[in-house]
């Protein structure tokens, strides 16, 4: 594996979030196989490979939305500055504030546009009427949708178009302060002028929170990562088979399945 970083020279950083030797079957069924990798701090962590290879399911590890799913069964570690995620007496819920997720398909509620920005910082917290009005504007602000928003604050979001309610979700993700953002396609279901904004906004993000992102996009992981792995099916089961920065992995591949992939 490649051993470029985006440190200065001669400066390691403790990786934000780092996955050791991770296994998933769904019941007898092999899904992914001996996954480990580290990402560090101000990171925009590709994950790309073929549909089916597991990249969303690798994904919901790492926040354990795939405790959520009867028969699967994950095994190896995953360590979230330096704590296992998977320990006993975890705090599930404190763990998914600070691994928020962005879906392929904006999932809005049938609530207000306020609200949905509130939906999971009024869990975590008491906050006062004007803690709430300054929290949906930060959050709105940091989603670059608080000009088109600030006076639909009562609409209801599902009226909003699907781009405004991606970006909608982000901010509900912001609003909770995370440490990490797991993307998984967040674009694959927008039109091209809402793929730009949450392009932009993923290398705005990244200066404060380290990001995820698994994407079908090729042209997209030039564009906003740093880091790339290659998850391709080998033995029937999931595995990083290329990791290194994204310069390296697009301009000199090295495996077969990743020249193949990037070729198709
Ligand atoms: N709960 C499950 N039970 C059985 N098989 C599953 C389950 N979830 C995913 N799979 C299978 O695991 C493989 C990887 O799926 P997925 O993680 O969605 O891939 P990707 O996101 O790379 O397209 C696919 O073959 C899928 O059918
Ligand atoms: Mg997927």
Excluded at 96 to 114: D, N
Excluded at 119 to 140: H, Y
Excluded at 141 to 158: G, H, N, Q, V
Excluded at 173 to 190: K, N, R, Y
Aim: aromatic share 4%.
């Amino acid at each position: 594996m490649s051993d470029c970083s985006i440190s200065p020279p001669g400066v390691v950083t403790a990786p934000v979030l780092e996955v050791r030797g991770l296994n998933v079957r769904a019941g007898a069924k092999p899904l992914l196989r001996d996954v480990s990798f580290a990402v560090r701090a101000g990171q925009v962590f590709g994950l790309i490979g073929p549909s089916g290879a597991g990249k969303s399911t690798l994904l919901r590890c790492l926040n354990r939305l795939s405790d959520l799913i009867p028969g699967l069964h994950v095994s190896g570690d995953v360590a979230l500055h330096g704590t296992s995620i998977y320990a006993a007496g975890a705090d599930v819920n404190a763990l998914r504030a600070k691994v928020g997720m962005l879906f392929q398909q904006p999932v809005v509620f049938p609530a207000s546009v306020e609200d949905n920005v509130l939906f999971g910082a009024q869990r975590l917290r008491p906050l006062s009427r004007s803690d709430r009005a300054a929290l949906v504007e930060s959050a709105l602000r940091e989603a670059a949708l608080w000009d088109e928003m600030k006076d639909r604050l009562r609409t209801a979001a599902t009226l909003l178009s699907v781009g405004q309610q991606q970006r909608l979700c982000l901010a509900r993700t912001l609003a909770v302060q995370p440490q990490v953002i797991l993307m998984d396609e967040p674009t694959s279901a927008l039109d091209p002028k809402s793929t730009q904004a949450i392009e932009d906004l993923i290398v705005r993000l990244k200066a404060r929170h380290t990001i995820v992102l698994v994407t079908h996009n090729v042209a997209q992981a030039r564009r906003v990562t740093d880091w790339l792995a290659c998850v391709c099916v080998r033995n029937g089961a999931g595995e990083i088979v290329e990791s290194a920065c994204c310069d390296a992995v697009l301009g000199n591949p090295q495996c077969r399945e990743v020249i193949e992939y990037l070729s198709a």
